[in-house]
């Protein structure tokens, strides 16, 4: 198992930036597609974000698009989200996710994913 530890969040305003971090330990994970997930209360757990393995494949949510973005830094063991343009719906607390070693292709789905980061909250002020 990865172990997997956000940070990065914080309060902003709606129009604002944050960049939250997503760290592994125990493996590289270089051969994993890592997701963003982030839950608000009182909703359900939804995919945000995910890249392959080798950084050439991504997906993202469509509320999303053209304001997030995923990237990683292998050597680092890193994966970063960029969220600029927030608004006040993307409250919630964002979790990093990683696929099982060997399994480098993205999914949106959360059953493909075996490790699971604590969070950190984003709050995007009105």
């Known amino acids: 198992q990865v172990q997997l530890v956000e940070s990065g969040g914080g309060l902003v305003q709606a129009g604002g930036s944050l960049r939250v971090s997503c760290v592994a330990s125990?493996?590289?994970?270089?051969?994993?597609?890592v997701g963003w997930f982030r839950q608000a209360p009182g909703k359900e757990r939804e995919f945000v974000a995910c890249?392959?393995?080798?950084?050439?494949?991504?997906y993202y949510l469509d509320s999303v698009k053209g304001r997030f973005t995923i990237s990683r830094d292998n050597a680092k063991n890193t994966v970063y989200l960029q969220m600029n343009s927030l608004k006040p719906e993307d409250t919630a607390v964002y979790r990093c996710?990683?696929?099982?070693?060997?399994?480098?292709?993205?999914?949106?789905?959360?059953?493909?994913?075996?490790?699971w980061g604590q969070g950190t909250q984003v709050t995007v002020s009105s």
């Open positions: 125990g493996r590289t994970f270089s051969s994993s597609a």
């Open positions: 890249i392959s393995g080798s950084a050439a494949i991504t």
């Open positions: 996710a990683a696929r099982p070693q060997g399994w480098s292709g993205p999914s949106k789905e959360r059953a493909d994913f075996s490790s």
